[in-house]
């Protein structure tokens, strides 16, 4: 386990000079422009700034709620706790809604 004050990403040179950014939540490599410029995980689907910014308020005794965390390893990206076998809230939405057709 990283540390939780290392950073959540890096963007180093990758094959041809592309710019890559490794998310180190999941591992993912993405190439996009997007991605890049706004350091976004399409795999975690969370933006790593964001990620520095609430560990910092985790880190000073602030609250979150793991489930907007959950990272494509299922860990939380602010406390790293293991999320494994939890329904996240769109999972808890399907199965409150009536089946098709009723």
Same mark, same amino acid.
């Given at each position: 386990m990283r540390p939780l004050w290392a950073p959540s990403c890096q963007i180093r040179l990758g094959p041809g000079d592309d710019a890559v950014l490794? =998310? +180190?939540?999941c591992g993912c490599e993405t190439r996009l422009p997007g991605d890049l410029e706004h350091?976004? =995980?399409? *795999? !975690? +689907? /969370?933006? +790593?700034?964001?990620?520095?910014? @609430? *560990? *910092?308020?985790?880190? /000073? @005794?602030g609250t979150h709620d793991c489930g907007e965390w959950r990272t494509a390893r299922h860990? !939380?990206?602010l406390c790293d706790r293991d999320l494994a076998g939890t329904l996240t809230a769109g999972e808890l939405e399907a199965m409150n809604e009536p089946p098709e057709g009723r």
């Open positions: 490794v =998310c +180190h939540l350091r976004y =995980c399409p *795999r !975690c +689907h /969370l933006f +790593h700034e964001n990620v520095m910014i @609430g *560990r *910092r308020l985790v880190a /000073l @005794g860990r !939380c990206a």
